[in-house]
């Protein structure tokens, strides 16, 4: 499809007022924004479980009938991360990489974490980063290509190596899920 975005945004614009139902999906969407919108100024609990149920009921509304297309991206989803488990990719290492030290600056600079999180954080990222710069050093000395991916499978070390430090990276996220959920259970018991 050669088409540009400015291309692009007309067939959307033409689909949304080509029939009736588009025009009244467009108008239900709006609408519900609206409500949510105002929702904010002044917060009101039945329109939040409304809300809620609209958006659970579509999900429900679209799962029942095309329960084939439903499960095939489930499916991919899953084979997904098990390829990223056993074949983990050095593009998405170093994107992992980033967001920590995106989280390392904000652990840092913040002052609504606790010191206990911050600790750690900086323990978690500590290791992070000394397996990072342990994948870089042996890429470098036995001069692998980052970009050549089958050698980069070939070596043992380095898959190992990328493969503890994203476990390490998804017990610090588990972490922090549970602990964003103590808190926030203790906020709302307290």
């Known amino acids: 499809m050669n088409l540009s975005l400015l291309g692009k945004i007309r067939l959307v614009f033409q689909y949304i007022f080509s029939s009736f139902l588009s025009i009244e999906t467009f108008i239900l969407s709006l609408l519900l924004l609206v409500i949510l919108l105002f929702n904010l100024k002044r917060p009101n609990y039945f329109v939040q479980v409304i809300a809620i149920g609209i958006y659970i009921g579509f999900l429900i509304g679209i799962t ?10 489930i499916d991919s989803f899953f084979k997904v991360i098990i390829q990223y ?3 983990p990719s050095p593009i998405v290492y170093f994107f992992i990489i980033m967001f920590v030290t995106v989280c390392m600056l904000f652990s840092i600079f913040s002052k609504k974490i606790t010191s206990v999180k911050k600790c750690i954080n900086y323990l978690f990222f500590s290791l992070l980063y000394f397996f ?4 870089i050093s042996v890429a470098s000395c036995e001069g692998i290509d980052l970009s ?3 050698i980069l499978y070939q070596n043992s070390l380095i898959l190992s ?3 503890i430090s994203n476990f390490i990276f998804g017990i610090w996220i588990l972490f922090t899920l549970f602990y964003y959920l103590y808190l926030f259970y203790q906020k709302k018991f307290d």
Request: charged content about 0%; glycine content about 0%; some cysteine.
């Open 64 to 73: 029942i009938p095309y329960y084939q297309y439903v499960q095939l991206c």
């Open 85 to 87: 488990i056993y074949f």
């Open 132 to 135: 990072f710069m342990s994948f």
């Open 148 to 150: 050549n991916f089958v």
């Open 161 to 163: 190596i990328v493969q």
